[in-house]
Nanobody, 118 residues
Framework: QGQLVESGGGLVQAGGSLRLSCAAS????????MGWFRQAQGKEREFVAA????????NYADSVKGRFTISRDNAKNTVYLQMNNLKPEDTAVYYC???????????WGQGTQVTVSS
């Protein structure tokens, strides 16, 4: 229903950076935790990062710790995923999700493709 809209994907060389954005409606942004997942071709969807609604606590997959940063701009109802030192294995479709307790029951965006060349 277009309640989450991702942008910022693209093609980048290994070692480069990208910043993904996820714009949400105000109702969703103020009520839910926000997260990022990714799905590489032929693989299952996997968790990347999450940000709690209250307190701003963050959680990251081990594979991206120290390289990716999730943040939110409350004035813009937008959550970001800053991705640095990208690796070819980061290549995937990245999805934004807003959820209360279980991402599987949350609101999902349409996804944005990130491709990292070696």
């Amino acid at each position: 229903q277009g309640q989450l809209v991702e942008s910022g994907g693209g093609l980048v060389q290994a070692g480069g950076s990208l910043r993904l954005s996820c714009a949400a409606s105000g109702r969703i942004f103020s009520s839910y935790a926000m997260g990022w997942f990714r799905q590489a071709q032929g693989k299952e969807r996997e968790f990347v990062a999450a940000l709690t609604r209250i307190g701003g606590n963050t959680n990251y997959a081990d594979s991206v710790k120290g390289r990716f940063t999730i943040s939110r701009d409350n004035a813009k109802n937008t959550v970001y995923l800053q991705m640095n030192n990208l690796k070819p294995e980061d290549t995937a479709v990245y999805y934004c999700v807003a959820y209360y307790s279980d991402p599987n029951s949350g609101y999902w965006g349409q996804g944005t493709q990130v491709t990292v060349s070696s």
